[in-house]
C-alpha cells in the first residue's frame, strides 16, 4: 500500500518561470492538503481540497498561486511566474473520508528559484 | 505571540534517557497532532488526539483540553528518535485542514 507519492523530489525553476507540483493521495484517501515550509521556518497550512473541490484555501497566496484535485490523477500546486521568495519545500498530506483521521505525509518537493 | 509554542526548542539527550517535549496553544482547538521530522525532510504523524492520552510504542502523547497544553514523552530514547518533533492544532473554527504549526523542538539523542 503505497504512501502519499509526491513528485518531483526536487525542482529547479528560473524567475518567471511556472513551477507544478504533484501529490498522489494514499489509495482510499479524499482529501488533501498542501503545506509549505519555508527554509529555517515551520510549516504552514495552504490549501484543502476533495475530489474537485477546494474545501478551505485561506493559507494560499492571493496571487500566482492555485491548486486543484481532479476526479482522475493526482492534486496538483502550481505556482506562476516563480520568485525566489517560493523557494520552499512544499509537503502534501492525504486523509480517508471520515473526519478525525491523521494525515498522512509525503515526502515533499523541494523548490528551488534561481 | 504565536498561537502554538513548543519547548524546549532543542533537547540533547542521552541514550535511555526518559525525553518530554511540550506544547501550549491559545485557541480552541478540535485536534491535535504530534509530527516528528526526519533529516532527510520527511514528515510522519505521530499522534492525533482530542482528549486524555495515547501511547505507540515508546511514545506516549497526552493532552489537557482545559490548560491547552500538550506533551509528547519518549521513553527509552535512541539516537534513531532524533529528528525534529512537530505539535499542530486544528482551530476549532476551522477545517480539519487548516493545521497551525508549532516551531518544533530539534532532538538529539547521543549514543
Known amino acids: 500500500n503505497a504512501g502519499v507519492m509526491q513528485n518531483p523530489r526536487h525542482l529547479v525553476r528560473r524567475r518567471g518561470q511556472e513551477a507544478r507540483l504533484r501529490c498522489s493521495p494514499m489509495?482510499?484517501?479524499?482529501?488533501v492538503y498542501w503545506y509549505r515550509q519555508l527554509p529555517e521556518e515551520g510549516l504552514k497550512f495552504m490549501v484543502y481540497l476533495q475530489k474537485e473541490n477546494i474545501i478551505d484555501e485561506s493559507g494560499m497566496p492571493k496571487e500566482r498561486f492555485s491548486a486543484e484535485f481532479p476526479k482522475e490523477g493526482p492534486s496538483i500546486l502550481r505556482i506562476q511566474q516563480v520568485v525566489r521568495g517560493d523557494s520552499a519545500a512544499y509537503f502534501c498530506a492525504s486523509s480517508p473520508e471520515t473526519e478525525s483521521q491523521p494525515q498522512h505525509f509525503g515526502d515533499g518537493t523541494r523548490l528551488s528559484i534561481l | 505571540k504565536n498561537e502554538v509554542e513548543q519547548s524546549p526548542q532543542n533537547l540533547t539527550a542521552q541514550e535511555g534517557e526518559f525525553i518530554t517535549i511540550n506544547c501550549s496553544y491559545s485557541v480552541g482547538i478540535s485536534a491535535l497532532h504530534w509530527l516528528q521530522q526526519h533529516p532527510g525532510g520527511g514528515i510522519v504523524s505521530l499522534f492525533m488526539l482530542s482528549s486524555g492520552k495515547k501511547k505507540h510504542g515508546r511514545l506516549i502523547a497526552t493532552i489537557n483540553i482545559q490548560e491547552k497544553h500538550s506533551s509528547l514523552h519518549i521513553t527509552a530514547s535512541h539516537p534513531r528518535d532524533s529528528a525534529v518533533y512537530i505539535c499542530?492544532?486544528?482551530?476549532?473554527?476551522?477545517?480539519?485542514?487548516?493545521?497551525?504549526f508549532g516551531k518544533g523542538t530539534k532532538l538529539s539523542v547521543k549514543p
Open positions: 499542530a492544532v486544528a482551530d476549532y473554527g476551522g477545517s480539519q485542514g487548516n493545521l497551525i
Open positions: 489509495k482510499g484517501h479524499s482529501h
